[in-house]
């Protein structure tokens, strides 16, 4: 089984720059109208518009971080549909060869093998597969909304109370 692994292995690393140039291929699929974004705010995050913020007597770097994070959020939401088509392609894929190589590992093997174990092992990467699915289809605002800001939450709620008692 290892020989098989070592020659796809090998494969992939002697053809790399295919598999580069594919790659460079797909970033140049993405739609146009991300740069035009991302050229939208450098245009107004640009020098002048910091130096008149700083003038007015506004907070410029919160200026700075509050264009960051807008340019970060269109970029991602830009980019979320296609990426997100293709990495449940990429998940289903992989998943399916790697159920593969394991039942062909398990099965193909000379030494007495637990049926058990065979199935716990499928089962448990049947779980994270499909954990990983649903998250890449509930999408970006379910993942920050559910997961995301509960965790910052319960962050926050102990460093205060951590805060409390120290100060208090």
């Known amino acids: 089984m290892s020989k098989i692994l070592n020659k796809i292995y090998s ?8 598999f580069f140039i ?3 291929c797909a970033l140049l699929l993405i739609p146009s109208d991300i740069y035009a974004a991302s050229a939208d705010y450098v245009k107004h995050c640009g020098k002048e518009a910091i130096e008149k913020e700083y003038e007015e007597g506004g ?4 200026y700075v971080i509050l264009k960051l994070m807008a340019s970060m959020m269109v970029a991602v939401n830009s980019l979320s ?3 997100l088509e293709l990495s449940k392609i990429i998940v289903v894929l992989g998943a399916a060869v790697w159920y593969g190589v394991y039942f062909l590992k398990s099965v193909g093997s000379l030494a007495t093998q637990d049926p058990v174990k065979i199935i716990d092992g499928a089962l ?15 999408g970006i605002d379910t993942i920050v909304t559910r997961i995301v800001n509960p965790l910052l939450s319960i962050g926050l709620e102990i460093g205060s109370t951590f805060a409390a008692i120290i100060g208090g």
């Open 22 to 24: 594919i790659g460079c």
């Open 11 to 18: 494969y992939i690393i002697a053809h790399s720059l295919i």
């Open 59 to 62: 907070c410029w770097s919160c």
């Open 124 to 138: 448990v990467f049947g779980f994270k597969i499909a954990l990983v699915y649903t998250l890449l289809s509930a």
């Open 81 to 83: 549909g296609p990426i």
